[in-house]
């Protein structure tokens, strides 16, 4: 029954962020204008929330759920309760990517969500393979990690200094702000990230035995090996994804697993959905509040989630320090 509301409760929350998303804004109209001239196409008002305010909205939903699945499929994966596609260094690697796919070849823009998880897939290869030794151990994965991230964002950061107007706004296309976002960028966050939320959920009997030992899981009949990349491979499809058209946006996935944990419990049957639901909600809040709280300038959604996450991280840290102090 708990869990039940809390779904129910999730979506309404949902539904209310998208509905004060839409209205609200330097451009408002009455609701039923706003509905008549979407189905008319008549009304230039309209037509501009329409074709600037509706492509962020679907974006900011979309690429916060993604990223929300990727950290609970990390999490599964790397048996670390503080795995997350920025901390790992797949975001980052996934921007690099693509940032360098399109400065060497500006020709092939809307191919960057592929480039992206080429990167993703990099960084998380590279995270594996020097952090495996006899087995997987979460710290010096997350460490690992931690150093992955760093080169690559020191990588990214040289072309955004190059002084070349070109790369100034090719490097404006990778960042973390939503704005000036098109419907072909929607598109594109709609079909593969909604793809792969709905083929990640399928993964959670996997994402179940993951988080025991291997030897416990092998003894269940899973071959380990295989279903942790199947599960990684899902993660980074997803983050990259995010990251190509949202930009790199730290500790969201790390953040909303955790938050799902206490209310739905530790089973991916039903900590997956919320994490979609959840990180979804969590983004689009995030966006819409940073575009009005200094309107008409406005704060990225990353920057609000690291003032967010930031904090949380450390009461992770130290709440485990507490358990294992008392253990």
């Known amino acids: 029954m708990k869990k039940t509301i809390v779904f129910i409760s999730l979506a309404g929350l949902l539904l209310g962020l998208l509905y004060w998303s839409v209205m609200s804004g330097s451009i408002r109209v009455p609701f039923s ?11 230039e008002e309209v037509n501009v929330i329409y074709d600037l305010r509706f492509p962020r909205i679907i974006i900011a939903s979309f690429a916060g759920a993604a990223l929300a699945v990727a950290g609970a499929l990390l999490q599964a994966v790397m ?9 790992i260094g797949i975001s980052s690697g996934a921007n690099f990517t693509a940032l360098l796919a399109v400065t060497i070849f500006p020709q092939l823009f809307y191919y960057m969500p592929l480039f992206a998880f080429l990167g993703g897939m990099i960084a998380c290869g590279l995270v594996y393979s020097l952090s495996w030794k006899d087995g997987l151990h979460p710290l010096k994965l997350v460490l690992i990690g931690v150093a992955i991230h760093a080169t690559f964002s020191g ?3 040289a072309f955004n200094y190059r002084g070349s107007y070109s790369v100034t706004s090719i490097s404006a296309a990778t960042t973390s702000t939503l704005s000036m976002k098109t419907w ?11 793809v ?11 994402c179940n035995l993951l988080v025991l030992n291997d030897r416990t899981a092998s003894s269940l009949g899973m071959r380990v090996i295989p279903a942790r990349l199947l599960v990684s491979f899902a993660a980074v ?24 944990r206490q209310l739905v419990g530790s089973d ?15 983004l689009l809040a995030a966006d819409t509040i940073g ?3 200094l309107a008409p300038n406005e704060i990225p959604a990353s920057i609000l989630m690291s003032i967010i996450g930031g904090p949380f991280l450390i009461f992770l840290l130290r709440k485990r320090e507490q358990m294992n102090g008392h253990s």
């Open 291 to 293: 575009r009005l709280l």
């Open 33 to 43: 204008q706003l509905v008549h001239g979407v189905i008319s196409k008549a009304d």
């Open 79 to 87: 048996r670390n309760p503080i795995a997350d596609p920025s901390i």
């Open 155 to 157: 990588l990214a950061e």
């Open 184 to 194: 072909a960028d929607a598109n594109v966050m709609l079909f593969y990230g909604g």
């Open 268 to 282: 991916y049957k039903m900590l997956l959905p919320f994490c979609a639901l959840a990180g979804a909600s969590l």
């Open 196 to 206: 792969a939320i709905v083929l990640s959920l399928c993964l959670y009997s996997i």
């Open 237 to 260: 499809v997803l983050a990259s994804t995010a990251t190509a058209i949202a930009g790199v946006i730290a500790f969201l996935g790390l953040l909303v697993p955790h938050i799902g």
